[in-house]
């Protein structure tokens, strides 16, 4: 069992920028971050793979978003730079245990607020 705890939501301007934070309780495959806007289904943002820090992301956040990790910290971070109002949603992180596992673990979520 992984829990995770994320960190870092919050109000911001457009254009502003805000980290989130999620801290693994144990090891994991790959961590990734999705998100959930108001009346829609939740959506992919960006994954890491934890073995060699391999990336993917969404298009609509490429370029402004940024997927890293602190091994020592067990801990994925989401950069996220150049944010417009369309980025409001709950974000939240999740994790696989292995290469042939689907996203079994889940953060509670943390609210981002982009205002125009």
């Known amino acids: 069992q992984v829990q995770l705890a994320e960190s870092g939501g919050g109000l911001v301007q457009a254009g502003g920028s805000l980290r989130l934070s999620c801290r693994a309780s144990g090891p994991t495959f790959k961590v990734g971050w999705f998100r959930q806007l108001p009346g829609k289904e939740r959506e992919f943002v960006a994954y890491?793979?934890?073995?060699?820090?391999?990336?993917n992301y969404a298009d609509s956040v490429k370029g402004r978003f940024t997927i890293s990790k602190d091994n020592a910290k067990n801990t994925a971070y989401l950069q996220m730079n150049s944010l417009k109002p369309e980025d409001t949603a709950v974000y939240y992180c999740?994790?696989?245990?292995?290469?042939?596992?689907?996203?079994?673990?889940w953060g509670q979520g943390t609210q981002v607020t982009v205002s125009s």
């Open positions: 890491i793979r934890w073995t060699d820090g391999f990336t």
């Open positions: 999740a994790a696989c245990k292995s290469s042939i596992s689907g996203y079994s673990y």
